[in-house]
T-cell receptor, first 117, second 112 residues
Framework: GAGVSQSPSNKVTEKGKDVELRCDPI?????LYWYRQSLGQGLEFLIY????????KSGLPSDRFSAERTGGSVSTLTIQRTQQEDSAVYLC???????????????FGAGSRLTVL | DQQVKQNSPSLSVQEGRISILNCDYT??????FLWYKKYPAEGPTFLIS?????DKNEDGRFTVFLNKSAKHLSLHIVPSQPGDSAVYFC???????????FGRGTQLTVWP
């Protein structure tokens, strides 16, 4: 598609439930990132996929968080046993270059707003 | 630990005047710096970048200045317009990693 597509745009769930957030990156982009923005905070890095390399999971806040990227394209971020502190906007981004030279301009989706009651 | 810091959460400027948004960083290994703009309910959009080997990059009304010795960069918007009202994020790229490190953002309000 023309841009990064994320779904759902809004998700309200009860504490303890599992949620899945989906990201469709720009076609041909080899790098895919997940960030989240909690209320009043900056963009917090979660995970980064680059081609067929092992993902950089260093930003995942706990083992309740996981992500996969199937076929080098669509990615799913899964949060198990959601907690209220997981409430945030989850942003997906993709780029053409990843860690190669250049400014590495990320193109972001509109985000998935997660509210855990 | 916040490697990229934006110490001013908000800035208010009159239309036509200059807006100056500041950003500090701690990691001397960063090799590119970027500014993103974010409107409510939208994802951040790329605005302008600068390589660590430069000290200035200009694109229309937007200019980014980099002071490596002070580990400081700034975004100048001249002249400011009401449509520039948004949250501006400073970001930095590590030379060996693909991820970007973001600051907490500065809410710019340009009033008529």
């Amino acid at each position: 598609g023309a841009g990064v597509s994320q779904s759902p745009s809004n998700k309200v769930t009860e504490k303890g439930k599992d949620v899945e957030l989906r990201c469709d990156p720009i076609s041909g982009h080899t790098a895919l990132y997940w960030y989240r923005q909690s209320l009043g905070q900056g963009l917090e890095f979660l995970i980064y996929f680059q081609g067929n390399s092992a993902p950089d999971k260093s930003g995942l806040p706990s083992d309740r968080f996981s992500a996969e990227r199937t076929g080098g394209s669509v990615s799913t971020l899964t949060i198990q046993r959601t907690q209220q502190e997981d409430s945030a906007v989850y942003l997906c981004a993709s780029s053409a270059r990843g860690s190669s030279s250049g400014a590495n301009v990320l193109t972001f989706g509109a985000g998935s707003r997660l509210t855990v009651l | 630990d916040q490697q990229v810091k934006q110490n001013s959460p908000s800035l208010s400027v009159q239309e036509g005047r200059i807006s100056i948004l500041n950003c500090d960083y701690t990691n001397s290994m960063f090799d590119y710096f970027l500014w993103y703009k974010k409107y409510p309910a939208e994802g951040p959009t790329f605005l302008i970048s600068i390589s660590s080997i430069k000290d200035k990059n200009e694109d229309g009304r937007f200019t980014v200045f980099l002071n490596k010795s002070a580990k400081h960069l700034s975004l100048h918007i001249v002249p400011s317009q009401p449509g520039d009202s948004a949250v501006y994020f400073c970001a930095a790229r590590g030379s060996t990693l693909g991820r970007l490190y973001f600051g907490r953002g500065t809410q710019l309000t340009v009033w008529p």
